[in-house]
């Protein structure tokens, strides 16, 4: 049972004009291409299948809208950091992420994906500052915890959390196990101004 049980997928974009209309509250979702991104998405919003996954990392370029509740979405971003993207397709993401972080009113804040076992890297720097610079708060999900064991994965935790903002709120995260799961929602649905035992409506955009 989804803990958003009118949730779905309303559109992709790939070129600014194409973003939904700039209304109500959304939560960016970025990282790496194969971190676990749309795992995470499913995992938290609680529907298999939601997000397309894939073993082959670069294949979503397009951001995608999903719906959760009226007037509030959470927005998957095309990965990034994939060694065999053409110069043209990087520059196309580029231009894009910063025409959605520039202008887009509706975006709330950003939720960072990082698979544990490689840490943060320069993109997703590039994204905390984007972000920064829109003055949108964000948290880091560290992915794929279920990878390492108790031990290791603690002291990544402590080796990411030493190189935060001590603002920024850092999960321990796991499309596998649910670990974090209920954390990174409400963390969510704070953002979303949601009700913690969210149940949305129907008829939503
Ligand atoms: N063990 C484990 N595997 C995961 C987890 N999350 C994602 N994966 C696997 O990692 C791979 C990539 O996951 P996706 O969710 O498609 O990653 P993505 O970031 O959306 O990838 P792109 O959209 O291609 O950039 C898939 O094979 C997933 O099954 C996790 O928490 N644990
Ligand atoms: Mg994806």
Redesign the pocket.
């Known amino acids: 049972m989804s803990a958003y049980p009118d949730v779905k997928f309303i559109t992709s974009a790939y070129r600014p004009e194409q973003l939904l209309a700039d209304r109500g509250l959304e939560v960016a979702v970025a990282?790496?291409?194969?971190?676990?991104?749309?795992?995470?998405?499913?995992?938290i919003v609680g529907r298999k299948g939601l997000?397309?996954?894939?073993?082959?990392?670069?294949?979503?370029q397009l951001i995608n809208f999903f719906g959760l509740a009226p007037e509030r979405r959470l927005v998957?971003l095309?990965?990034?950091g994939?060694a065999r993207v053409a110069p043209p397709v990087r520059r196309h993401w580029q231009t894009l992420m910063e025409h959605y972080f520039s202008q887009r009113r509706s975006l709330r804040a950003l939720l960072l994906?990082v698979?544990i076992r490689r840490g943060l890297t320069d993109f997703d720097w590039q994204m905390m500052d984007w972000a920064a610079a829109a003055q949108r708060p964000v948290a880091v999900l560290l992915?794929?915890?279920?990878?390492l064991r108790r031990g290791p994965a603690l002291d990544q935790r402590l080796r990411v959390r030493r190189s935060l903002d001590p603002e920024v709120p850092l999960i321990l995260?796991?499309?596998?196990?649910r670990?974090g799961v209920d954390e990174a929602r409400r963390k969510l649905n704070e953002w979303l101004e949601l009700p913690q035992e969210c149940a949305g409506n129907a008829g939503h955009e």
């Open positions: 990282g790496r291409s194969n971190s676990g991104k749309s795992s995470a998405i499913n995992a997000a397309r996954t894939s073993k082959t990392p670069g294949r979503t998957d095309p990965g990034y994939y994906i698979d992915t794929k915890a279920d990878k995260f796991s499309a596998v196990t670990q």
